[in-house]
């Protein structure tokens, strides 16, 4: 039975669905569940352009709150989750990694139909395949079986935003000056192209291959707008450079030439993007407590734990952007951290308001037992705990040695404490020892 050209599987009919189709890509759902009605018409269009195209790829989908033996035999923990079976395989699915749109889904199950590599014959397919698209990657292989090209292969199935070919004949490692296995990034802009030869005593890295070209398929420097901004936060690069401009300024536009010239030598290390303070950047704001009237400026954000960076002034040459990130590389620059301005009455209230500024001679008091919420104001659950907290504060505005208090952690930021959740306690003890 089919529903919009999904194929709807359960315990009786699952077995005869592995053995007619060669390549099964199989959503795990619960009708409950949000993310799989939202998943739901895009996963139908994708089984409609398969079937356009007399792919052997099918979709079919197991409602994982019913079929309770399917759900317990594939491990489902969570909704949706889509699993690839293959030539009917049941004990080794292959966890989908994709993107959750009908395009993502189409391709990357075109990817694992057919060759996930266009075999390139001659010098006219090969300048071809590379001019067609602005990034393509193709790999030089002077065997195409050995365990190298299989890991490419295994890359150009993982790697789907990108078209892959390969080529083993003589005259394209002659037409492309190359003597030895190599993979080439093309692209049409910054370098135009990139070469990773391979290791001959390591071989192939799959994982560090995807790395490398997912870094390098990057612009130099990216503007951070709507299309790219998934790019930006997927890139898994630690560090990203800021420079803050107004787009309508044609003296801050001259700026990105020396951040343009900066950038080349921390590829993979540090992703540099212009954003534009009037435009898709005004949202990013806040967060570095900047408004459009600060630009131009620049900032270092180190990814893993959002510790901002500024320079002691904005300084817009090559040589001063160098120096100042290789300096924050090496430990030697403190981060920047936000903080509020106290305010006036901050401590004469049942629960004291704490900023930046002042969290450290109130927490760490050695005379005093301090109890600090850390909250953002857009948090629900922070809102559905304010009136506790008060109460609590309440109680305890008598004791000498007891402060309630709580802290704004979008807009203060402290040295040695990260908050990745709200709300956040913490109790710092009286004493010595800054203990939390």
Not at 77 to 101: C, E
Not at 147 to 164: G, I, K, L, R, T
Not at 218 to 247: C, D, G, W, Y
């Amino acid at each position: 039975k089919e529903e919009d050209g999904v194929l709807v599987l359960h315990e009786h009919n699952f077995a005869r669905a592995l053995s007619e189709h060669r390549l099964l890509l199989v959503e795990f759902y619960a009708p409950w569940c949000g993310h799989c009605q939202r998943l739901a018409p895009a996963f139908a269009q994708a089984a409609a352009a398969l079937r356009n195209e007399s792919s052997p790829a099918w979709l079919g989908k197991v409602d994982a709150t019913a079929q309770v033996a399917l759900a317990s035999e594939f491990g489902i923990t969570s909704y949706p989750m889509l699993k690839l079976f293959r030539d009917g395989n049941r004990t080794h699915p292959v966890a989908y990694t994709g993107r959750m749109d009908a395009e993502g889904i189409v391709r990357w199950m075109q990817r694992r139909s057919g060759p996930s590599a266009t075999l390139l014959q001659d010098t006219d397919t090969a300048a071809a395949f590379v001019s067609s698209q602005d990034l393509v990657v193709v790999g030089f292989f002077k065997d195409l079986e050995s365990e190298a090209a299989q890991a490419f292969y295994d890359v150009a199935s993982e790697v789907v935003d990108m078209p892959f070919g390969v080529a083993e004949a003589a005259e394209l490692f002659q037409a492309y000056g190359l003597s030895a296995d190599t993979i080439c990034l093309f692209k049409k802009f910054d370098e135009g192209r990139t070469d990773f030869p391979v290791d001959p005593v390591r071989g192939l890295d799959a994982a560090e291959l995807t790395q490398l070209l997912r870094v390098h398929s990057l612009e130099l420097v990216m503007e951070f707008t709507n299309e790219t901004s998934n790019q930006i936060f997927s890139a898994r690069i630690p560090h990203h450079m800021l420079l803050f401009l107004n787009k309508s300024s044609s003296a801050q536009l001259t700026l990105r030439d020396g951040f343009r010239a900066a950038a080349g030598a921390f590829r993979g290390k540090v992703l540099f993007v212009v954003v534009d303070v009037t435009g898709y950047g005004a949202d990013v704001l806040p967060f570095f407590g900047l408004t459009p009237a600060d630009a131009p400026t620049l900032r270092l954000v180190k990814m893993e734990n959002n510790r901002k960076y500024r320079m002691d002034q904005d300084t817009f040459s090559d040589t001063a952007i160098r120096t100042f990130i290789q300096a924050v590389l090496d430990g030697k620059v403190k981060p920047h951290l936000l903080s509020a301005e106290p305010p006036e009455d901050w401590d004469t209230q049942p629960v004291k308001v704490l900023v930046g500024k002042t969290f450290e001679q109130v927490a760490f008091d050695e005379t005093k037992n301090v109890f600090v919420k850390f909250y953002a104001p857009w948090c629900s659950h922070c809102q559905a705990m304010a009136a506790a907290w008060e109460e609590l504060g309440e109680r305890y505005k008598d004791h000498e040695d007891i402060v309630i208090a709580e802290l704004d952690a979008t807009a203060n930021e402290l040295e040695n404490i990260t908050i990745n959740g709200f709300p956040t306690l913490h109790y710092f003890p009286a004493g010595p020892g800054r203990k939390v």
